[in-house]
């Protein structure tokens, strides 16, 4: 097993919250997300997202401020193209929310994995929300771990970013 050590992702008061760890992508890999937050099931889940964009599995906090998504997409992809993978993935995020504030978008290794991680703040029902979005690979296909919280629920963004993500392990 592969430990990727992400750099950031998100927080809600962490310190109280205990993590539980769960498996991905027909167990290839495992993050461990606060126990508190549970699987978004049916029409609310298709109403987070858009039809086209359903992720495969999303875990909500109890008061839905925060989510953690994630989709295998069909794209297979080798490690060394992902240069262009992000340059592409970047020119659909700007497209898709031309208003945000973009604080991150990087190509990093980690353990000898690429990962793609791109950071902004955008407007959900004119709520400001802190995404966070990794781009790894999973087999020979990109995978999406997307982190989605409203920014009057954080305390410490990158603190969380840090707690959770440390957590993944890739197989």
Do not use: C
Not at 27 to 41: C, G, K, M, Y
Not at 57 to 66: D, F, G, I, R
Not at 114 to 135: G, H, I, M, Q, S
């Amino acid at each position: 097993m592969k430990k990727l050590l992400l750099l950031t992702l998100f927080t809600l008061p962490l310190s109280a919250t205990e993590l539980v760890t769960r498996s991905f992508f027909d167990n290839e890999i495992t993050l461990s997300i606060p126990s508190t937050f549970e699987r978004a099931q049916g029409s609310f889940a298709q109403a987070k997202y858009l039809a086209e964009k359903q992720p495969k599995e999303t875990y909500l906090s109890k008061n839905s401020a925060a989510a953690v998504a994630f989709t295998l997409t069909d794209k297979s992809v080798k490690g060394w193209q992902f240069s262009y993978v992000k340059d592409k993935l970047s020119d659909k995020l700007h497209n898709r929310f031309p208003q945000a504030t973009w604080h991150r978008e990087e190509l990093l290794k980690n353990n000898e994995q690429p990962l793609l991680v791109y950071e902004f703040v955008y407007l959900v029902d004119k709520v400001p929300t802190k995404k966070t979005l990794y781009a790894i690979l999973v087999g020979k296909k990109l995978a999406m771990i997307s982190v989605d919280v409203a920014t009057a629920e954080i305390d410490d963004w990158s603190t969380f970013n840090a707690e959770l993500m440390n957590t993944l392990d890739q197989r």
